[in-house]
């Protein structure tokens, strides 16, 4: 716990100081970013957001990382939570200007149930993404259009397996961050998780504080393997480097079994190496050639 507490005081310092385009952060910056895990658990069919485009207001924006902000929205009902199951997304949609043809793309909230009234996105702003800049640059207090669909409901806790390999790139930690919420903060839960979590660089980890902190209390249960493709000017860094590789897996993950789990949340090529693209069912890549089957792997 002492180290959870230094975790948290260390992001609120951070945060205090972070470059803002908001007029500044409210403790509702900080709640999906520190803190336990804590399952808030809704089953499919409770999300307040429909089939139907529906508007919320972005209310506070922070900068997280170098290159990632957190957005937090309000719904329409201050009352009541987001009600979205575990590990699904939510679309957003805005308008370009001179361009007929919606910009659109999927998201995964940080925040869960447990914030009432709210939901916090986190999100990756790219040169020349049409998405991510437009909510880096909107208004605070402007309206963004949301939708939830039968395809954004993901995976669904619980997991049913003794043991979970979690592949990850970049951004692709968001839904991850809601499964160890439901895995970590249901009491009773034994599920043993391992994290190979792979980014360019050390700044650009996303909630490194709080994904290591919550495995250093989780007696043992979450284990996470950072490793860095870039690592060669960081005199700092005493981890893994270059691309996760076979012989991590084998080093660190359970081997392919019905009581494990291989997941896999990152940018496209991640897929094709790991286990094939997302829409082949047949499990091909590292994941193949290691004796992973489709019942022993999901693709994000």
Not at 31 to 41: E, H, I, K, Q, R
């Amino acid at each position: 716990m002492l180290r959870l507490q230094k975790t948290i005081r260390h992001l609120s310092a951070s945060l205090s100081q972070s470059p803002l385009t908001a007029t500044g952060i409210m403790s509702g910056s900080l709640s999906a970013l520190v803190g336990p895990p804590t399952a808030a658990l809704c089953p499919p069919g409770q999300c307040v957001f429909t089939e139907e485009w529906s508007p919320a207001k972005l209310v506070e924006r922070s900068q997280i990382t170098h290159d990632v902000i957190l957005c937090t929205f309000a719904l329409s009902d201050a009352s009541k939570p987001m009600g979205l199951s575990t590990c699904a997304c939510i679309l957003s949609k805005f308008h370009e200007e001179g361009n007929p043809d919606p910009i659109v793309r999927p998201y995964t909230p940080v925040s869960t149930n447990a914030l009432i009234g709210q939901f916090q996105l986190a999100l990756k702003v790219y040169p020349g993404g049409k998405m991510s800049e437009h909510l880096k640059g909107l208004a605070i207090g402007s309206d963004v259009d949301f939708k939830h669909i039968a395809p954004n409901v993901k995976l669904q806790y619980p997991f049913g397996k003794k043991t979970i390999t979690m592949l990850v790139g970049g951004t692709g930690i968001t839904p991850m961050i809601q499964a160890l919420h439901a895995v970590l903060g249901t009491e009773g839960d034994t599920t043993q998780v391992t994290m190979l979590y792979g980014n360019k660089t050390q700044k650009d980890i996303l909630c490194k504080e709080l994904l290591d902190s919550w495995a250093e209390n989780s007696g043992g249960r979450l284990k996470i393997v950072h490793v860095l493709s870039d690592a060669k000017d960081d005199a700092d860094w005493k981890g893994e480097t270059g691309f996760i590789t076979k012989e991590m897996l084998t080093a660190h993950a359970a081997p392919a079994s019905d009581e494990t789990l291989v997941v896999v949340c990152g940018p496209p090529p991640m897929y094709n190496v790991f286990c094939g693209p997302r829409d082949q069912k047949e499990v091909t890549g590292m994941l193949g050639d290691m004796g992973y089957t489709a019942g022993q792997v999901y693709k994000f």
